[in-house]
Every structure is written in C-alpha cells, then in structure tokens.
C-alpha cells in the first residue's frame, strides 16, 4: 500500500465548475499535509499547505483535512483552463528520530470550456 | 530571486559514463534534497540533506551519490550511470526540515541514458 494515495484521472471538470481532489494518507503519525501544482514538463509549486483538522481557504483553493479518515482533499472553486495540471499530495512526519516527505503520484486535472 | 539552479536542463549519455548535475539555491536554506519523477511512480526522493557535510539517503538512493561541501550547492553524481536512471530528476530546497515547510523546486533535468 501506497503510504499516499491519489486518483490519477485524469479529472475532467468544465470552467467554472468546482474541482475536487482527495487524497489518502496510511501513516498517522503524518502532521504536515501540501498540495502542489504540476504543469506538464515543468516543476512542482506550492499550492497549500495544511497543518490541523479543518479547512483552509486561499482565493480560489481550500484544502481539507480530516485526521480520523486520514484524507486530505483541496477544492478549486471556479475552475479556469489554467487550472489544467497534475495535482501532487505530499504528507510530512517527524518521528523525532527520522523525519519524512512523502508525495503522492498526482491527479491530473482537465478543466474543459 | 530566491531561486532553485539545476543544471543541465537536458542531458542524453551512454552507460557508463558519470555525470554531475548542479543544484545550488540562493536562499540561505539549510534542507536539500533530489527527487526523481517516473510516470505512475510520482516524486520519489533519491538524497537529502539538512546542512553542510550533513547527507542522508531516500527511498531510492542505489546507484546515486551526493555531497553537500557549501550550504548552497548539493550536486548528483551518478559514477555508472544505466538505463533504469532515465527520469525527470528535480532538486528542491526548504527552510525547514523538508517535512515541514513549502519546498522550492529547481526547474529539473531531464536525464536519458542510453
């Protein structure tokens, strides 16, 4: 079992939709929870991060994140073609001896017009 | 510009033949780590290290070596490399302790061994 799960999609959303991605995470322990932006051949970016239960909102983007269910999900509200890109889950643990980042293998998402 | 400088963006080499590829960020950061990017396989982490002479190895570390002499440069070295390290190869760089905090890619280098 994956230690972060993704769907891969691809997710076809139509503009001005809302997107959803979830994400499912094995380890407990994790504690710091990222969701990054991936346009084909280019490097990853930082879209949220997410530390506590709850939602975190930022323009258009709101992360989610349920401990009990270990899942973490991020909400694109509005979607625009420009949103079109993989989407990568990264969860992050410290065990105080060793210490983790362990990425998804993404979802890619179409926002079609 | 706070940036992450990975170079070559592309290289194409035969088996066998060793190569470096450069990564050197310009923000002070003590966390360094290199990743390899496979379809279907995700971001895998090959090194990392949180400070100078401090290195420790990934999930995927065979047939790789890195060095951390300067706090802002954390070269790959690949001494023998074979076709199974053909990947997008990303270097990344983070405030914190790389679990922690947003972490700043390099723009990648695209590897093909023949």
């Known amino acids: 079992q994956k230690e972060v799960e993704q769907n891969s999609g691809p997710l076809s959303v139509p503009e001005g939709a809302i997107a959803s991605l979830n994400c499912t995470y094995s380890?407990?322990?994790?504690?710091?929870f990222f969701w990054y932006r991936q346009y084909s051949g280019k490097s990853p970016e930082l879209i949220m991060s997410?530390?506590?239960?709850g939602d975190k909102e930022d323009g258009r983007f709101t992360a989610q994140l349920n401990k009990a269910s270990q899942y973490v999900s991020l909400l694109i509200r509005d979607s625009q073609p420009s949103d079109s890109a993989t989407y990568l889950c990264?969860?992050?643990?410290?065990?105080?001896?060793?210490?983790?980042?362990?990425f998804g293998t993404g979802t890619r998402l179409q926002v079609t017009l | 510009e706070a940036q992450v400088t990975q170079n070559p963006r592309y290289l194409i080499t035969v088996t066998g033949k060793k190569l470096t590829v450069t990564c050197s960020q310009n923000?002070?950061?003590?966390?360094m780590s290199w990743y390899r990017q496979d379809p279907g396989l995700g971001l895998r982490q090959i090194y990392y290290?949180?400070?100078?002479?401090?290195?420790d190895k990934g999930d995927v570390p065979e047939g790789y070596k890195v060095s951390r002499k300067e706090k802002r440069n954390f070269p790959l070295i690949l001494e023998s490399p074979s076709p199974n390290q053909t990947s997008l190869y990303f270097c990344?760089?983070?405030?914190?302790?790389?679990?922690?905090?947003?972490?700043?890619f390099g723009s990648g280098t695209q590897l093909s061994v023949l």
């Open positions: 380890d407990r322990g994790s504690q710091s």
């Open positions: 990344a760089s983070s405030l914190g302790q790389g679990w922690d905090e947003k972490l700043f």
């Open positions: 923000m002070n950061h003590e966390y």
């Open positions: 997410i530390y506590s239960n």
């Open positions: 290290s949180m400070n100078v002479e401090v290195t």
């Open positions: 990264a969860g992050g643990l410290n065990t105080g001896t060793a210490s983790k980042l362990t």
